[in-house]
């Protein structure tokens, strides 16, 4: 199984920039199809982005379609997302996850998450 450490996340201004990074270790990243989710306080996680196992292939929740990019580098078995046009409603802990296929994304290893604030 593959193990998931998420980091980049932090305080930031409305219209600023963050991006964040999922190391993988245990197996290597290109088995994987890799994602991101997002939780609010007293909301339910929700999708973010999705990349598939060879980057050829990503999707985007249309809240985030246009400045939000997921990107994967094999050679340091890390996915990222690169944040961008941060509003105060991408507040959120921010997860990122790997399956064997981006069909069931979601489905498979998680890593602790790490915390993104944008003030207004």
């Known amino acids: 199984q593959v193990q998931l450490v998420e980091s980049g996340g932090g305080l930031v201004q409305a219209g600023g920039s963050l991006r964040l990074s999922c190391a993988a270790s245990g197996r290597t990243l290109s088995s994987y199809a890799m994602g991101w989710f997002r939780q609010a306080p007293g909301k339910e996680r929700e999708f973010v982005a999705a990349?598939?196992?060879?980057?050829?292939?990503?999707r985007y929740a249309d809240s985030v379609k246009g400045r939000f990019t997921i990107s994967r580098d094999g050679a340091k078995n890390t996915a990222y997302l690169q944040m961008k046009s941060l509003e105060p409603e991408d507040t959120a802990v921010y997860y990122c996850?790997?399956?064997?296929?981006?069909?069931?994304?979601?489905?498979?290893?998680w890593g602790q998450g790490t915390q993104v604030t944008v003030s207004s």
């Open positions: 996850t790997a399956s064997p296929d981006i069909a069931t994304i979601g489905f498979g290893s």
């Open positions: 990349i598939g196992n060879s980057g050829g292939s990503s």
